[in-house]
Structures are given as structure tokens and as C-alpha cells.
């Protein structure tokens, strides 16, 4: 089953401008990780970040994490048009090795 | 980087027809596969969990029967849709954990096998 929403289901925006994409999930996890699917392809893995943290960086991307809410967003600054992809989460559940997607945001960056 | 290959990269066949689909872990020893359909702008579905030397484990509502999982060695895994029928075209993705990343979650994708069925 699908535990994640992710929203919104499209995003379009000019080249250099910043995304945000967020994500909601329903059980207590181990970890939430985000994935990028250019089209047709597999997936990539970008960043995970565990239930016992509240942010984490890498490169141009931030993801935070409210375990309260049950939420997680992804920013992704200074975009490219090279970003122009599907963006996945996905949730880890403790002792569990599967992950669970969330239906997936379409980025598009228009130059 | 772990690096998994699927194969075939896209196979069109007729309706009644078996189809094997290939993922392999290139540079690591997967004892974990898993196996996933996409249908078009949609998410990924979890199919089945691969356990080399073990049976798969199946997800609720998948037919065991229908898509048949072998997992023989430590870097192959084997998706066999038997019996394809138009409904099971769709884009069938593998993945692997890293046992070398113990404790960390990522999960290393194939690239896709899209199947058609007329």
C-alpha cells in the first residue's frame, strides 16, 4: 500500500527558482528517503533522513523532517533544467526492509 | 556506487505468452532484491521482496502464481510473468540493498523493463 501523499502531483517552475515538495506519511518510521525518477528510467537514490533527525543537506538539496506531523519537505534552490523529473519518497518502517512510495511529484523547470 | 542492471530494457509479447525479466547487482552481493510495477504517472508498487536461496515474499494482492520470483544466486534475480495478458503491461522496476551499507536504508534501482502485451 501507499502510506505517502506527496503534493503537490505537479510543480512547474522557471530555471533558478527554488522547489518545494512535500511529503506525508501515516506509521512511525526508521527513515524517509527521497528518490528522483527521470522519465522512463529507474530511480536515484538523493538523501535519507532518519526519524531522530530534523534536517539534512546535500548539494543544492535540503530536506526536513517533522516527525510529529508525520511530514517531510524537499527544497531544491537555484534550479535546473536538468531537475526536470519525478521526486519520490519514501518510508522505512524499524526492522523493515521494504519502502513504501509516496505518489510522486512531477518537476518540471522551464529555462 | 552499487549499480543494478535489468534485462530486457523494454519486451513486447503476445497475450498468453511468459516473459523473464533479469535484474542483476554488478558490483555487489544482493541477499535482498525487490521487485516493483509503475504504471504511467504513477508511483511504484511493491510486488515482491527477492531473498537469495529463499522464497520471495509476496504483497498482498499479488499472485505468486502470476509473476514468479527466483532468486538463485547472489546477483540475479528473476521476474517470470506467465501467462501475460494485456493488463500486465507495465513498467516492472528491481531493486537491491548493499549488505555492505548495513544499517542504512537506500535502496539501488534498475533501470526498468517496460512490457507490452497485445
Known amino acids: 500500500s501507499q502510506q505517502g501523499e506527496e503534493d503537490p502531483q505537479a510543480l512547474s517552475i522557471q530555471e533558478g527558482e527554488n522547489a518545494t515538495m512535500n511529503c506525508s506519511y501515516k506509521t512511525s518510521i526508521n527513515n524517509l528517503q527521497w528518490y528522483r525518477q527521470n522519465s522512463g528510467r529507474g530511480l536515484v537514490h538523493l538523501i535519507l533522513i532518519r526519524s531522530n533527525e530534523r534536517e539534512k543537506h546535500s548539494g543544492r538539496l535540503r530536506v526536513t523532517l517533522d516527525t510529529s506531523k508525520k511530514s517531510s519537505s524537499l527544497l531544491i534552490t537555484a534550479s535546473r533544467a536538468a531537475d526536470t523529473a519525478s521526486y519520490f519518497c519514501a518510508t522505512q518502517t524499524q526492522g523493515a526492509q521494504k519502502l513504501v512510495f509516496g505518489q510522486g511529484t512531477r518537476l518540471t523547470i522551464n529555462p | 556506487g552499487a549499480v543494478v542492471s535489468q534485462h530486457p530494457s523494454w519486451v513486447i509479447c503476445k497475450s498468453g505468452t511468459s516473459v523473464k525479466i533479469e535484474c542483476r547487482s554488478l558490483?555487489?552481493?544482493?541477499?535482498?532484491m525487490f521487485w516493483y510495477r509503475q504504471f504511467p504517472k504513477q508511483s511504484l508498487m511493491l510486488m515482491a521482496t527477492?531473498?537469495?536461496?529463499?522464497?520471495?515474499?509476496?504483497e498482498q494482492g499479488v499472485e505468486k502464481d502470476k509473476f514468479l520470483i527466483n532468486h538463485a544466486s547472489l546477483t540475479l534475480s528473476t521476474l517470470t510473468v506467465t501467462s501475460a495478458h494485456p493488463e500486465d503491461s507495465s513498467f516492472y522496476i528491481c531493486s537491491a540493498r548493499d549488505p555492505r551499507l548495513a544499517g542504512v536504508g537506500e535502496q539501488f534501482f534498475g533501470p526498468g523493463t517496460r512490457l507490452t502485451v497485445l
Open positions: 558490483d555487489f552481493q544482493a541477499t535482498t
Open positions: 527477492s531473498n537469495e536461496g529463499s522464497k520471495a515474499t509476496y
